[in-house]
């Protein structure tokens, strides 16, 4: 008796705690007609989740996925869930630079314009190297998105007043980057804490660089989101794990609304380069807002994807 009284209370207090976690929303209605957005990986979790927001405002909305049948799957879905029919999917493998060359070269073709990018696929914390030979985090959460937004500048540029979005996580402050090891892969949760503590040093130099341009550049930690990758494990598993990740993790919508904040309100345009989550700018750890870094990091990423300035115009093949 009172083992079912301590479960069913435990029950309670997490259902509270999620409801009060979750009481952030993005309350911007602005709408998008005409607008250009790409989420990568938006076929599932939080992307999945921005792109049906985003085309219910109006938008064309392109999501990518490196499986062609699970991308046309979640087109449908959105499409279905949006009410609308410009939704479409390309084919990007973020963890492959000639993929993402490829794709750029594609979306420049195919695409007029581009107001919102939204770098959101990334892999979590997992111990792996991409076929370019770079720790599969530090590839895929920053070396990907970090080509990605450069092949596009001129496009973003050229459709200003835009936005790149980046999704970054709360838990860069566990780690810093040490520039002897870039592609450091011993430890799998802080190989995943430096991409993501790149992803923010990214997201400030590229405001920096594109001041001035139109181009405005904001990273978003969603919160700890029980997402798709939860169906990875068993029911029995997902069953027994419920109130821990009640208490500890939001649903893909509430942690969606942040990134959705970020890329239609205007409030945030007096913090470019700046750091969200809960629809509010947030203080970042001294060492993450070092200027000096971010530069650096920009620099050996330049090096390590073989990018040099006269290739930020259209995409190299
Ligand atoms: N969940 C959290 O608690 C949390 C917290 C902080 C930050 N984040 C960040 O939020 C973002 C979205 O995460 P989520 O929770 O929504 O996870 P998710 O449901 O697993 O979504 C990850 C997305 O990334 C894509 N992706 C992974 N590897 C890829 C690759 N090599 N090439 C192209 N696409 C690839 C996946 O596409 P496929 O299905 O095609 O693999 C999927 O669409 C990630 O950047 C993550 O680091 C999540």
């Not at 200003?160 to 860069?172: A, F, K, L, M």
């Not at 594109?210 to 029980?226: D, K, L, N, R």
């Not at 913090?271 to 971010?294: E, I, K, M």
């Not at 650096?296 to 090096?303: F, P």
Request: charged letters at 20%; proline letters at 2%.
């Amino acid at each position: 008796m009172y083992v079912l009284g301590a479960v069913m209370l435990a029950l309670l207090c997490a259902l509270i705690l999620r409801r009060l976690k979750e009481r952030r929303i993005c309350l911007d209605v602005k709408r998008l007609d005409g607008k250009t957005v790409l989420i990568t990986g938006g076929n599932s979790g939080i992307g999945r989740v921005v792109a049906v927001a985003l085309a219910k405002r109006g938008a064309r909305v392109i999501i990518t996925s490196h499986d062609e049948r699970v991308g046309e799957e979640a087109v449908r879905q959105i499409q279905r869930e949006s009410l609308s029919l410009d939704v479409r999917f390309m084919k990007l493998n973020m963890a492959n630079l000639q993929s993402i060359r490829d794709f750029c070269q594609t979306f420049h073709q195919a695409e007029q314009r581009l107001d919102i990018l939204i770098n959101n696929a990334g892999v979590p914390a997992v111990l792996d190297w991409t076929e370019d030979g770079f720790s599969m985090c530090f590839g895929c959460n920053h070396l990907g998105p970090f080509l990605l937004t450069n092949l596009l500048l001129s496009l973003l540029k050229s459709s200003s007043p835009s936005r790149v979005v980046t999704i970054t996580s709360d838990i860069y402050k566990y780690q810093k980057l040490d520039f002897q090891d870039l592609n450091y892969n011993l430890v799998p949760l802080f190989t995943y804490c430096r991409s993501k503590l790149a992803n923010l040093y990214f997201t400030q130099e590229l405001a920096r660089q594109t001041q001035g341009s139109g181009v405005t550049a904001y990273a978003v930690h969603p919160g700890y989101v029980a997402g798709d990758w939860m169906a990875q494990f068993s029911l029995l598993f997902q069953v027994v794990a419920y109130v821990f990740v009640s208490m500890f993790f939001i649903s893909c919508e509430a942690g969606a609304q942040t990134v959705i904040y970020c890329a239609v309100s205007d409030e945030v345009l007096q913090h470019n380069g700046g750091y969200f989550t809960d629809c509010r700018p947030r203080r970042l750890c001294s060492y993450a807002q070092d200027a000096g870094v971010a530069k650096k990091l920009w620099e050996a990423s330049e090096g390590m994807v073989g990018l040099t300035s006269s290739h930020r115009g259209p995409a190299m093949s």
